[in-house]
């Protein structure tokens, strides 16, 4: 994990979605994500879904909000960057963490994210936690 760069106040936002805090809603989540920044090249995008589904799949499953709650995906960009933020509803665990055991059967989304993303973080927020990544945004060629 590294540090951001400029501020999500640098960020122009592209879209905002709540959802059931339900499996299910990591697919709602891919699909928004793609609707909402289609001047991403393919590539790119491949990596920001898998990331999306990911942090979207730990809300879920490691949080208040995969008990009736729900979860939110903001998707912000600027020139050359894309971030996705993920707001839960909190959780028994303080904040996200990679898990280093590459033999686990499970627990490898967030090494994903950290492998696939520019840069990725997490913090308290209001009643939960907000996880985010940024992503190179490799644009379409003639967009």
């Given at each position: 994990m590294?540090?951001?760069?400029?501020?999500?106040?640098d960020?122009?936002?592209?879209?905002?979605?709540?959802?059931?805090?339900?499996?299910?809603?990591?697919?709602?989540?891919?699909?928004?994500?793609?609707?909402?920044?289609?001047?991403?090249e393919?590539?790119a995008?491949?990596?920001?879904?898998?990331?999306?589904?990911?942090?979207?799949?730990?809300?879920?499953?490691?949080?208040?909000?995969?008990?009736?709650?729900?979860?939110?995906?903001?998707?912000?960009?600027?020139?050359?960057?894309?971030?996705?933020?993920?707001?839960?509803?909190?959780?028994a665990?303080?904040?996200?963490?990679?898990?280093?055991?590459?033999?686990?059967?499970?627990?490898?989304g967030?090494?994903?994210?950290?492998?696939?993303?520019?840069s990725?973080?997490?913090?308290?927020?209001?009643?939960?936690?907000?996880?985010?990544?940024?992503f190179h945004?490799?644009?379409?060629?003639?967009s």
């Open positions: 590294t540090p951001c760069e400029p501020g999500p106040e960020m122009r936002l592209l879209g905002t979605i709540t959802m059931p805090g339900v499996p299910r809603s990591a697919q709602t989540a891919r699909a928004f994500v793609r609707r909402i920044a289609p001047h991403i393919d590539e995008m491949a990596d920001v879904v898998l990331c999306v589904d990911e942090l979207v799949a730990n809300a879920c499953e490691h949080t208040a909000s995969g008990t009736g709650g729900q979860v939110t995906v903001v998707v912000s960009a600027r020139e050359d960057v894309l971030r996705v933020t993920v707001l839960d509803q909190g959780g665990q303080e904040q996200p963490r990679v898990r280093t055991d590459t033999f686990s059967e499970d627990g490898r967030l090494f994903l994210v950290d492998a696939l993303s520019k990725w973080g997490s913090h308290p927020a209001l009643n939960g936690t907000v996880v985010w990544a940024e945004a490799v644009p379409v060629v003639g």
